[in-house]
């Protein structure tokens, strides 16, 4: 079988959604090719920060989002010793709408977009549709090949002016097209788990506790609270040989407030380990993938580029102004 659109994203994550919906409602005709059936994911982006608070304002979405359940942050601060709390992030000196992180789980802001999306008549959301291969003229990228999760695997191909890869950091699309990241270099990593959370625990908001080497923060969830676990990076193989009960230990040191509940760690499955990357891919590597109207963008995941500014947009959306950018003027 075969189609034929203007934009075809690979990737229905925050990046691939947030720019197919801007694509459409610009009057550009837009399908987004997304793998999964939902948008359920463990452990994913949870904090909506205030740039992108204000980017769903702009695209009429800051009601329908104020109604999913949430919670805000505005401080981030640590423990003193000796008493009291330094205040590391005031998110409320900022001279904006919303100073504060809100709390959603992914999932929902991506279902948020997809019903948006359903209102666009340019908008096309396939989900199930897993990108198999790139269709090239010459060395150009001139669509994609997917296949259909859902049955018999049946294969289609998709012709576009222009193939976005939005299908993550570790972007298969991106690599079939010959185009290779520039790594910055990130010195830790993080380690993601959950604990039980008691209807008696005062911890309502992101607390980070540090200790030597290591930082955690706790994420207050609906019954339990999402663990971050923050170490130096390359030390997973380590982590896991010195075993749970060490692991253990360490998650007490930084948040000893939940040290009566660490043994509900089981084994060292049940912490996901996060490799941190920061990496982009230079404009002149999708320009020699392009030709004439024809051409290849890359909206990869920058996940730590939020720690690094807490104040800033989430990973995705630091990467999809600028892919917006190269669109415009190929698509124009
Ligand atoms: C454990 C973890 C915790 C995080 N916590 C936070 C947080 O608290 N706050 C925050 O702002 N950010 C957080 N992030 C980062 C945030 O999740 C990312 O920045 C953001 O999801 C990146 O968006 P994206 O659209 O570029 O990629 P992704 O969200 O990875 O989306 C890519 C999409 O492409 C789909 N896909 C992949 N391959 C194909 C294919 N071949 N065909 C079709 N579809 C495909 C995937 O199923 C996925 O839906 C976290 C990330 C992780 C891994």
């Known amino acids: 079988m075969s189609e034929r659109t203007t934009c075809v994203i690979v990737g229905g994550g925050p990046a691939g959604m947030v720019l197919g919906l801007l694509l459409a409602r610009g009057g550009v005709e837009v399908t987004v090719l997304e793998k999964h059936s939902d948008f359920l994911r463990d452990f994913r982006g949870d904090t909506v920060h205030p740039t992108t608070l204000q980017l769903l304002d702009e695209l009429g979405l800051g009601e329908r989002f104020a109604r999913l359940p949430h919670t805000r942050v505005d401080e981030i601060s640590f423990p003193k010793d000796g008493g009291g709390q330094l205040v590391f992030v005031d998110l409320k000196r900022l001279r904006v709408k919303h100073p504060y992180i809100a709390m959603v789980p992914q999932w929902d802001l991506l279902d948020l977009l997809a019903i948006a999306g359903r209102d666009e008549p340019r908008f096309t959301l396939r989900m199930n549709a897993e990108v198999t291969s790139v269709l090239r003229d010459g060395d150009a990228v001139v669509g994609v090949r997917y296949r259909d999760r859902t049955g018999a695997g049946e294969e289609t191909e998709i012709r576009a002016d222009l193939t976005v890869a939005a ?17 910055t270099p990130v010195p830790f990593d993080a380690w993601w ?18 200790g030597a080497g290591q930082l955690a923060v706790a994420i207050p969830r609906e019954g339990y609270f999402q663990i971050a676990y923050f170490a130096l990076k390359g030390i997973d193989a380590q982590l896991r040989a010195a075993g749970i009960e ?7 040191e930084c948040l000893p407030v939940l040290a009566d509940r660490v043994d509900q760690l089981a084994s060292m499955d049940d912490v996901k380990h996060l490799d941190i990357r920061l990496n982009r891919s230079p404009a002149r590597q999708a320009a020699a993938v392009s030709r004439g109207r024809t051409s290849f963008c890359v909206a ?14 989430a990973g995705g959306s630091v990467v999809v102004i600028p892919c917006m950018c190269r669109v415009i003027r190929h698509v124009n």
Do not use: K
């Open 300 to 313: 990869a995941q920058v996940a730590s580029a939020r720690i690094a500014d807490p104040r800033g947009p």
């Open 167 to 183: 299908d993550g950091r570790w972007s298969a699309v991106r690599a079939a097209a010959g185009l290779a990241p520039r790594e």
């Open 193 to 210: 788990l959950r604990l039980p959370r008691r209807p008696e625990d005062e911890i309502a908001s992101l607390r980070p506790n540090a």
């Open 246 to 252: 060490r692991f253990r230990e360490r998650i007490a």
